[in-house]
């Protein structure tokens, strides 16, 4: 299942919220230096899914606040 995602780095509070039209606002406390937050992002997401890190796939928006990802589900 692909899923689109907005970062929003140096948050205070952590947290995965949806909006109504699907796409998922993940909260994360790391900077967007050396690719921090993007992987802050994908633990984010493995814990929301409760799936493995290595489940998850980045297919685009490395240095966009604006992410897609593929989540393979077992």
Do not use: C, Q, W
């Not at 952590?14 to 993940?26: N, Q, S, W, Y």
């Not at 997401?45 to 606040?65: D, E, P």
């Amino acid at each position: 299942m692909k899923i689109s995602v907005i970062a929003h780095v140096n948050s205070k509070k952590p947290r995965v919220e949806p909006d109504l039209l699907g796409t998922l606002h993940v909260y994360v406390s790391e900077p967007p230096l050396e690719n921090r937050a993007n992987i802050a992002v994908i633990e984010a997401l493995a814990k929301h899914f409760k799936v493995k890190k290595r489940n998850i796939n980045f297919i685009s928006g490395r240095k966009s606040k604006n992410k897609l990802f593929e989540i393979i589900e077992n």
